[in-house]
């Protein structure tokens, strides 16, 4: 069952900008953690972005410098900034966000970067 939403995706071309938001405004309570992933055909879904309590962020290798994640100050929102994007990105991107001690997820979003 999709319980977060999210919206952002598209076709770009390599070295544009696209930036994914999902929301949990249907869910009470804050999310404590919230994550991008991303899984690309035929390969596995993986770990993009993702930040914790007092605003830590984790990036896997490959968007480091390129991604950044942010959230709103209600912790409902959590957003993913796409820069200088590259064909490798293209994939499907999922948020996730764990509240009330449940995770989350999104119905995901669709990336395409041209080359």
């Known amino acids: 069952q999709v319980q977060l939403v999210e919206s952002g995706g598209g076709l770009v071309q390599a070295g544009e900008s696209l930036r994914l938001s999902c929301t949990a405004s249907?869910?009470?309570?804050?999310?404590?953690?919230m994550a991008w992933y991303r899984q690309a055909p035929g390969k596995e879904r993986e770990l993009a972005a993702s930040?914790?309590?007092?605003?830590?962020?984790d990036y896997a290798d490959s968007v480091k410098g390129r991604f950044s994640i942010s959230r709103d100050k209600n912790y409902k929102w959590v957003y993913l900034q796409m820069n200088n994007l590259i064909p490798e990105d293209t994939a499907v991107y999922s948020c996730?966000?764990?509240?009330?001690?449940?995770?989350?997820w999104g119905q995901g979003t669709q990336v395409t970067v041209s080359s």
């Open positions: 996730t966000m764990v509240i009330g001690g449940r995770q989350y």
């Open positions: 930040i914790k309590g007092g605003g830590i962020t």
């Open positions: 249907g869910i009470p309570g804050a999310a404590i953690a």
